[in-house]
């Protein structure tokens, strides 16, 4: 762990301006952007666009409407009949995969929350 996690002590209890409750039950969502900045201070960046120029900021509703309609151009590209009812809410579930799981962890407010529990020296964690 770098310099800059290690004096910023917030897995057991946070201690900063934005959330002072135990990691146990919230998680800080600035502990996702300290791990980001401290892996960009270490030379290794998320390879977000945004990290690199000014991009708008989309919604999540917006990614999902524009990923969306590049689907449906995929899909008729290869020939597929989109008034199929098996098919019509493919290109709005594939959008919300990627918007909501595959890319989640890109930004860094998504970071998973942390806990951590006492264990004996010679105790195996499962």
Same mark, same amino acid.
């Given at each position: 762990?770098?310099?800059?996690?290690?004096?910023?002590?917030?897995?057991?209890?946070?201690?900063?301006?934005?959330?002072?409750?135990?990691?146990?039950?919230?998680?800080?969502?600035?502990?996702?952007?300290?791990?980001?900045?401290?892996?960009? #201070?270490?030379?290794?960046?998320?390879?977000?666009?945004?990290?690199?120029?000014?991009?708008?900021?989309?919604?999540? #509703?917006?990614?999902?409407?524009?990923?969306?309609?590049?689907?449906?151009?995929?899909?008729?590209?290869?020939?597929?009949?989109?008034?199929?009812?098996?098919?019509?809410?493919?290109?709005?579930?594939?959008?919300?995969?990627?918007?909501?799981?595959?890319?989640?962890?890109?930004?860094?407010?998504?970071?998973? #929350?942390?806990?951590?529990?006492?264990?004996?020296?010679?105790?195996?964690?499962?």
């Amino acid at each position: 762990m770098s310099k800059t996690l290690e004096k910023h002590q917030c897995i057991d209890n946070c201690q900063c301006a934005a959330a002072t409750v135990a990691v146990v039950e919230k998680q800080p969502t600035h502990l996702g952007y300290l791990i980001a900045e401290d892996l960009r #201070a270490n030379g290794i960046e998320n390879p977000l666009l945004s990290n690199k120029k000014k991009m708008p900021v989309m919604t999540e #509703a917006e990614k999902i409407a524009k990923i969306e309609g590049q689907f449906k151009t995929i899909l008729e590209t290869m020939g597929v009949d989109l008034s199929d009812a098996s098919v019509e809410k493919t290109p709005h579930r594939v959008a919300k995969m990627y918007v909501k799981e595959l890319c989640a962890g890109l930004l860094p407010e998504n970071f998973p #929350a942390c806990t951590t529990f006492p264990v004996t020296a010679n105790s195996v964690v499962f």
